[in-house]
């Protein structure tokens, strides 16, 4: 185990201290299908764990056309395991990329709310490969930890919400509630196939609330509701000098070095000391919070202290005249992930490159529009760059932002279920990560999307050695059967 998790590890075993934090609440449903359906949840922990361990060897990565094959076999495997459990309807749906899995029961009747269950099975890469200290898709146990790549995100997570209405199945052959299940295999490469499919099918997808479980809480005590996403527009940029690369002591100071270009051009996006992005335009649509979500957020217990040792850097940084919480949520970022080019091998070769590239991603918050965002990013590396280089863009992903009301009865009915199912009322937040897809079942769908969550903030998701805390996925499992019970009877506008 690496010295950074050690200690956050050390708070983890203090709660095993505590039999509600391992066991789930101890508050049984008054009705009498949800106490069945968390007697048999607590009965069958190692069967739905075996299930999980199924479900993580597939190696779905999305991204890695060599493993489109393995995308579908999980999205088969998905299907079978649904129509097992009792969803007489079930069945795959093909799109230009990998398949969506769908299911439906709708025997609860008109009367009642319809509910849809959202999730995502395909996975990250696993580079590099040679700092995991186990095979990434043989999934292993180590005391109360899963490790294994997807197993927080989102496999594990997934699972739990399925567990939870295997449980009702199981024991009263019905559920509380009319459910549909939606699950993607492109929610790593931004969902570029599921608008399309929500547009086609919204009759077919109507609810009156959707629930996505693929989010991480406080810690293992403190249950959180995520309220707020921010979108993304990633980009490349490649800027090309030579026809070839160059000897750099022959036509050194002649000729513009397409990385010298580059790197000049990415340090004038954005002011050192107030992190401010100076991309002319960036910040015009940007949704300042009010004093109400502002205080919202900061009872959110985000610790400096916590977060350096997440991350292990030596100091935090973030835009000036905001705090640690409105730095990872509220404002909008751009970072540079990569620069390829040149030469980067071991021992030096002298060369001016023919060109430079870098990958760049601005991370949104509403209002801003990922497709404007593009367009005053090329606007601003094309003039500054010299009349020396060409450049080309491709955009490599979007997602719009997306903003609930966090006190809709769906988002309340949630915080009940985490209330009985961890023994704590949750806080709540809004985070800086990007899921297109929420933004896109509001627009076509109309109907609140809630973001639950039983990760770790150390759960090192697209990571080495991706991890889940086991005792949240058996909370969590208990939680979503409290869930979908109170739904049941909540009235949704």
Not at 22 to 42: F, H, I, V
Not at 71 to 87: C, M, Q, R, S, T
Not at 107 to 116: D, I, N, V, W
Not at 134 to 146: I, Q, R, Y
């Amino acid at each position: 185990m690496l010295k950074l998790d050690q200690d956050l590890f050390a708070l983890y075993e203090e709660a095993r201290d505590v039999d509600f934090l391992l066991y789930g609440g101890d508050e049984m449903a008054t009705d009498p299908t949800a106490s069945a359906a968390l007697e048999y949840a607590r009965q069958n922990r190692d069967v739905f764990l075996d299930r999980l361990f199924e479900l993580l060897r597939f190696p779905s990565i999305s991204t890695q056309v060599e493993n489109a094959v393995d995308v579908e076999k999980a999205a088969d495997w998905l299907v079978n395991y649904l129509k097992e459990i009792g969803f007489s309807e079930a069945q795959k749906y093909s799109t230009a990329g990998h398949p969506l899995v769908y299911a439906e029961w709708l025997e609860a009747g008109p009367s009642f709310p319809t509910l849809l269950v959202y999730g995502h099975y395909d996975v990250q890469p696993v580079d590099p490969l040679d700092l995991w200290h186990k095979p990434p898709f043989e999934p292993s146990v180590d005391g109360d930890v899963l490790y294994g790549r997807g197993a927080s995100d989102d496999k594990g997570q997934m699972m739990a919400l399925l567990a939870a209405l295997e449980a009702y199945l199981r024991t009263s052959g019905c559920l509380p509630l009319n459910v549909k299940v939606l699950l993607e295999g492109e929610e790593e490469i931004l969902s570029p196939n599921m608008g399309p499919f929500l547009a086609e099918h919204n009759r077919q997808l109507a609810c009156n609330a959707v629930l996505i479980c693929d989010d991480s809480i406080l810690d293992p005590q403190t249950p959180v509701i995520t309220y707020g996403l921010r979108g993304n527009c990633y980009m490349e940029v490649r800027v090309s000098g030579p026809s070839r690369d160059l000897h750099s002591g022959s036509f050194g100071g002649a000729v513009d070095n397409p990385f010298n270009v580059l790197v000049r051009m990415l340090a004038a996006l954005q002011d050192g000391k107030t992190h401010k992005v100076l991309i002319p335009g960036f910040y015009d649509r940007v949704r300042e919070i009010d004093e109400a979500e502002r205080a919202l957020l900061a009872a959110y217990p985000a610790s400096e202290e916590q977060t350096l040792r997440l991350t292990g850097a030596p100091a935090l940084a973030g835009e000036q005249g905001y705090r640690l919480i409105e730095w990872t949520s509220v404002r909008p970022t751009l970072d540079i992930h990569g620069i390829p080019g040149g030469f980067t091998g071991e021992g030096k070769k002298t060369v001016i490159p023919a060109w430079a590239a870098a990958k760049v991603s601005m991370r949104l918050v509403p209002d801003q529009d990922p497709d404007e965002i593009q367009v005053l990013f090329e606007n601003a590396m094309r003039s500054i760059a010299p009349p020396t280089v060409k450049l080309e863009f491709k955009c490599l992903g979007k997602a719009r932002p997306a903003v609930i009301d966090y006190r809709c009865p769906a988002a309340q009915a949630v915080a009940e279920a985490y209330r009985r199912g961890f023994g704590v009322q949750p806080v709540y937040t809004r985070t800086g990560g990007s899921i297109a897809v929420v933004a896109e079942m509001m627009q076509y769908l109309g109907a609140p999307v809630i973001m639950a969550g039983l990760g770790l903030p150390d759960d090192q998701i697209h990571a080495p050695n991706e991890r889940f805390y086991l005792p949240n996925f058996y909370r969590g499992i208990e939680t979503f059967i409290h869930y979908y019970n109170i739904l049941s009877t909540t009235t949704l506008s």
